[in-house]
């Protein structure tokens, strides 16, 4: 039997630019679909409220570039009305993609040469 394994996200591609993310980033990951909420009745019953979520990916910290314009495309993104392709692989091997876009602020750090990242979408992110 295997095990479980973590570790870095390897890298992941927004509308098929590559992107190199820092080894120590501790990302947290959301699928998407719905959240449920238990509501109790007065006679002891509940009952469920499913509220539709989008996916997520945050904790991200990705190398910016200024000779390439990484900080410009990641703007441009944010500019776009329309979601892009976003594939994220973990060290696992494993692959998820979804169609979204980047959200929260848009600000790098002239120091690390890099950018704290949150990417998001509709529906849900997919194991392929």
Known sequence: MGYATGGSVE???????????????????????????????????????????????????????????DHEFIQDLIDAKSYKNITVTYASGAVYQGKGTVTGENQTSSKNASMSLELSGPQKLTKQ
């Open 11 to 69: 890298s992941i591609s927004i509308a098929g630019r590559e992107f190199s993310v820092s080894a120590d980033a501790d990302t947290q990951r959301k699928l998407g679909g719905f959240m449920n909420e238990m509501i109790a009745n007065g006679d002891g019953t509940a009952r469920v409220s499913k509220t539709r979520i989008p996916w997520a990916i945050t904790g991200l910290e990705i190398e910016i570039d200024d000779n390439k314009g």
